[in-house]
């Protein structure tokens, strides 16, 4: 047993000291391709263009607090990193990877190191070495050039007072640790190729083509979560890492598993020359190499498997407000009625914790702190929600919000999906086609599938994908809009060609039916209840307004909260749109016995008390405003003068 224990340590001496030896031989080889030196310039040549650039601008701007307090060096990193990881660190990868390879290409180098006393092992892993460390003071490179100009710029410059001046070290550290991870799995695979491949221009080409093809496939509606190419621009668009304080995200882990998977099929290609030698001629080899995928496409599988969150016993509202004003109060409001759900105290402390009685309905509601900016937030029963709020001045760029809890997935801030080109709208808008009812029926159901599918692809950076509520209500929002073109088409189509005759495909009628009329979920938004409005008057044929034909069919409806939201809102926007307080009147005593919940019929009333004081030759109630400045006012300032109040 000592015997055997003593050989082992001898081996792994011999296998250090060889690999040691054979990374002392590449850094010879490599001096004269300036790896590390293009290294340095790739790292820092974005944060020197973005210094010499906000150095001109500091010599024009005077210090002015601008907007919420946030980190000067952390602001000034995130920005270099959306060309660093999107453009120029992979390039670096690409570039490196094929040069390290190719400089023992040439004259069969690759041969002649096998004659040398050392390993297959060392000669492969030694190289890719050099690549790494390449990678290394790129990033190391990046990081302390954002540092070293951001401190030169609070030298000699006058920063704005909202930018916090310390240098927030640990996030550094975390950037630089993802990027360091994630350029781990690129290289592994770039190396690989190169190695396999002698030519220098190929691997390039590859790599090249690697790095365009989610921009190409985004605009065909697929989007790659599992590819390695664009985990890097993760790391921009996340600079802050995992929502719940984790070091690495899902995609770190991932670039480690592909990372691996890569190492064992580059490393054996090369060990035995060819594909066939490496993975098929040996029986033992081939069982290995079919192990090990489905290992790893297991594992894969389950990093890239989208997590939900679980609800709570209760419906909790907490938070953290921040701002130069004092802000006491928090209002929930329905997002139609504006009917308050919530009215919550905030504490000396700044923090607020509210436990919601009522049985909420998932959806989306409105959220104001005091008298600050509307925020718009999905959250339904036994959801904890908690705000972290800070909003410093009056402009929309003053205010940060983020949501943490269990709805994370469903209010992502940047969840406005950017879908293609729609040719449907286009050729509707400009009449074309319109004698073609199979080009719109094909082309409308297939974009709709293609818009349902990219709903799909709503991911935090912890791979937490949304509720199946939410995706259902989501689902119906976006048959929505297709169902309205589909309208469009078939009224312009009656009016252009009333004697062609069409059948409706099987892919119209499912889209004709996967929508109801009578849909609670979607009480709150304003495009299903004008679209169920319109089809509801739609055999209405009576010479007379608009308005009565809506409040006729709405005063038929059964009784309920659907009849009551839409009787709300009809009588809300035709009181609204008239300047006669007697029709007013008239629409409040012929309808609002129609509803049925009690709150809803007295804010109607204050909303028609309110606009009948504001009507013509009315006295003008005294209100609080404020200028373009910031100064406050109100309406007995100006008592005795003419004034002009643009509403």
Avoid at 421 to 447: G, T
Wanted: with cysteine; proline share 3%.
């Amino acid at each position: 047993m000592v015997f055997i224990t003593n050989k082992i340590k001898k081996d792994m001496r011999n296998t250090i000291t060889i690999f040691k030896k054979t990374i002392k031989t590449e850094l010879i080889k490599k001096k004269r391709s300036a790896i590390f030196t293009l290294s340095i310039i790739f790292g820092a040549l974005i944060p020197t263009i973005g210094f010499i650039v906000d150095s001109l601008e500091y010599l024009k701007e005077k210090d002015v607090e601008t907007s919420i307090p946030s980190n000067f060096y952390f602001d000034f990193l995130e920005n270099a990193l959306i060309p660093f990881t999107n453009f120029f660190f992979p390039v670096l990868i690409i570039f490196c990877a094929s040069k390290i390879a190719q400089i023992d290409h040439k004259n069969k180098g690759w041969h002649l190191m096998e004659t040398l006393p050392t390993t297959k092992f060392s000669v492969y892993f030694s190289k890719f070495i050099l690549l790494m460390v390449s990678n290394l003071i790129a990033i190391t490179t990046l990081l302390t050039t954002v540092i070293l100009f951001c401190f030169l710029q609070s030298l000699f410059f006058d920063i704005p007072s909202d930018k916090v001046l310390t240098i927030p070290f640990l996030l550094f550290l975390k950037v630089g640790a993802r990027l360091f991870v994630i350029s781990l799995c690129i290289s592994a695979f770039q190396y690989a190729f190169s190695v396999i491949v002698s030519n220098f221009i190929w691997p390039i080409i590859l790599g090249f083509m690697c790095m365009i093809l989610p921009l190409i496939l985004s605009e065909a509606n697929i989007i790659l979560t599992w590819y390695p190419y664009k985990m890097l621009s993760q790391i921009a668009t996340h600079p802050n890492g995992s929502d719940f304080g984790y070091f690495f995200t899902f995609s770190d882990i991932l670039s480690i598993v592909y990372s691996t998977l890569f190492f064992y099929i580059g490393f054996n290609w090369y060990r035995f020359k060819s594909f066939y030698t490496s993975f098929l001629k040996s029986k033992i080899r081939l069982i290995k190499i079919i192990l090990l995928l489905i290992v790893f496409s297991f594992i894969i599988a389950n990093i890239l498997e989208p997590k939900h969150q679980n609800t709570k016993e209760n419906t909790i509202i907490t938070g953290v407000v921040e701002s130069n004003t004092s802000i006491k109060k928090l209002y929930i409001f329905n997002i139609i009625t504006k009917d308050t759900i919530a009215n919550i105290t905030i504490n000396s402390d700044n923090t607020f914790k509210h436990k919601l009685e009522d049985n909420i309905v998932a959806d989306n509601y409105l959220f104001q702190f005091s008298n600050g900016p509307i925020l718009q937030i999905y959250f339904g029963a036994k959801d904890s929600i908690h705000l972290n709020y800070k909003h410093f001045g009056r402009n929309p760029s003053d205010l940060y919000f983020k949501i943490s809890g269990t709805r994370l997935a469903e209010n992502i801030q940047n969840n406005e999906i950017r879908f293609p080109f729609s040719f449907i709208n286009h050729n509707l808008n400009n009449n074309r086609k319109i004698d073609d009812a199979s080009y719109y029926m094909d082309k409308i159901h297939e974009e709709w599938q293609n818009s349902l599918s990219k709903l799909n692809t709503i991911r935090t950076v912890d791979n937490l994908a949304p509720r199946k509520d939410y995706m259902n209500r989501m689902h119906k929002i976006m048959s929505l809009k297709f169902l309205k073109n589909w309208n469009t088409f078939q009224e312009k189509r009656e009016v252009l060609f009333p004697d062609k005759k069409y059948k409706k495909t099987k892919g119209i009628i499912d889209l004709e039916e996967s929508l109801s009329f009578t849909d609670e979920s979607l009480l709150s938004n304003q495009s299903y209840l004008d679209y169920v409005l319109k089809k509801l008057i739609k055999n209405d044929a009576r010479e007379v307004s608009q308005s009565t034909k809506y409040f006729t069919a709405i005063d038929s409806l059964e009784p309920g909260i659907f009849k009551d939201i839409l009787m709300f809102t009809q009588l809300e926007k035709s009181m609204a749109n008239t300047t006669l307080n007697s029709v007013r009147d008239s629409l409040m005593k012929n309808y609002i016995s129609s509803i049925d919940k009690k709150s809803y019929k007295k804010l109607l009333k204050k909303t028609n008390s309110n606009l009948n004081r504001l009507s013509k030759g009315e006295i003008a109630p005294n209100f609080i405003a404020f200028d373009s400045n910031g100064n406050k006012f109100n309406l007995d300032d100006f008592k005795g003068k003419y004034l002009f109040i643009d509403v």
